[in-house]
């Protein structure tokens, strides 16, 4: 009997934990299927009113819409993403697709979009390309698949697949970091081959003779601040085949220390160095110390997109100076406007840049 009893005990204990589970299994079932008919119900309105309260608290009077968000929060209600997509037509996001989320550069414009998307009804989705065509692609049939109410998206050289998918999209595009003639439908950047060509004549009006350039990834961006480069130095009648050096590799400071030995080792008469960015630079720098070489009275060094640690470098580093938070803050608002029915004014936007010329070639100065 005493035996029978602790194992009745034992068990009535299961037993009752497993009633308490399946207490606690059907309130969260019943949560989970809390539906906007019960949200209206309970806020005695139309079930189409919380819709609108939800999509387009704009459109509510303040008083239903508080009402209408105390009921959401009581009930736990979750709206079902792909119902309102089907409603609607679209969804509330806005996909983002960079090709690193690493770099500075794209950190900078992503910070734009986040800060003027804050407080708005909009939803930032990023994607990493990570430099792959085929990648991009990709995420650009997931994007479109899930009905976005806009894509932003880098650059203007996306495979033809990707290009016939974005032509035929149902969503506002705003294609970012680039100028070009003809944007799927919005576009704002800059010219980096002009940036590269103004960045070359800088260094040719200080007095440099023999200016070289290294670059690293060769990705699209980097081939046209290349041709830039050329361009000047072909005005010029300076070019020098031999003074390009570069790499596929992604860019790191040790990689343009590394590009520049080998740049002095095949031309050690070069007197100045146009960097593809602001890493490279730094690493070009280094390797001009180290090797006990004069800046900028024996050589200058001229970065790209003017990072902060371009200003704070031991002689501090001149760079085109490329406006990326203002780009982000800029194609968001386009994309907010156009999604509002208020186009914007001008679709094809070019930011420039700047040349930050500082003491790295500065040699008129020196």
Avoid at 29 to 55: G, Q
Avoid at 232 to 240: H, K, N, P, S, V
């Amino acid at each position: 009997m005493i035996a029978l009893s602790f194992v009745n005990r034992h068990n009535f204990r299961y037993y009752r934990l497993a009633l308490d589970f399946h207490d606690n299994y059907l309130k969260w079932l019943r949560i989970l299927k809390i539906t906007i008919e019960d949200v209206a119900r309970e806020a005695n309105v139309s079930a189409m009113t919380v819709s609108r309260a939800l999509r387009n608290p704009e459109k509510v009077s303040t008083k239903t819409r508080e009402k209408i968000e105390a009921v959401v929060e009581r009930l736990g209600y979750v709206p079902d993403p792909a119902a309102s997509a089907l409603a609607a037509g679209r969804t509330n996001v806005i996909g983002v697709i960079v090709p690193s989320v690493t770099n500075n550069v794209f950190s900078d414009v992503m910070l734009g979009i986040y800060e003027q998307s804050e407080g708005s009804k909009w939803q930032i989705q990023l994607g990493n390309s990570r430099y792959s065509p085929l990648e991009e692609e990709r995420l650009v049939r997931t994007f479109l698949s899930q009905k976005p109410a806009g894509l932003i998206i880098s650059g203007l050289d996306q495979s033809e697949t990707t290009a016939a998918l974005l032509k035929a999209a149902k969503c506002r595009i705003v294609q970012i970091m680039e100028c070009g003639s003809a944007p799927y439908d919005m576009m704002i950047g800059f010219s980096h081959l002009e940036a590269s060509r103004a960045a070359t004549h800088h260094l040719l009006e200080e007095g440099y003779r023999r200016p070289a350039c290294i670059s690293a990834r060769l990705d699209p961006r980097s081939q046209r601040r290349l041709e830039g480069y050329r361009i000047a130095c072909r005005e010029a009648g300076i070019f020098d085949p031999r003074r390009i050096v570069t790499t596929p590799r992604p860019s790191t400071v040790t990689l343009g220390g590394e590009l520049v030995a080998d740049l002095l080792s095949k031309v050690p008469d070069t007197d100045a160095i146009l960097c593809n960015n602001d890493d490279l630079a730094l690493g070009a720098m280094f390797e001009c110390q180290r090797r006990g070489i004069a800046i900028p009275e024996t050589i200058g060094i001229c970065g790209f997109n003017d990072l902060e640690m371009m200003a704070a470098a031991n002689p501090s580093i001149t760079s085109v100076r490329t406006h990326r938070m203002e780009m982000g803050r800029k194609s968001m608002q386009m994309m907010d406007d156009a999604l509002s029915g208020k186009e914007p004014k001008v679709s094809n936007i070019d930011l420039g840049f700047e040349i930050m010329v500082r003491e790295s070639t500065s040699r008129k100065k020196a």
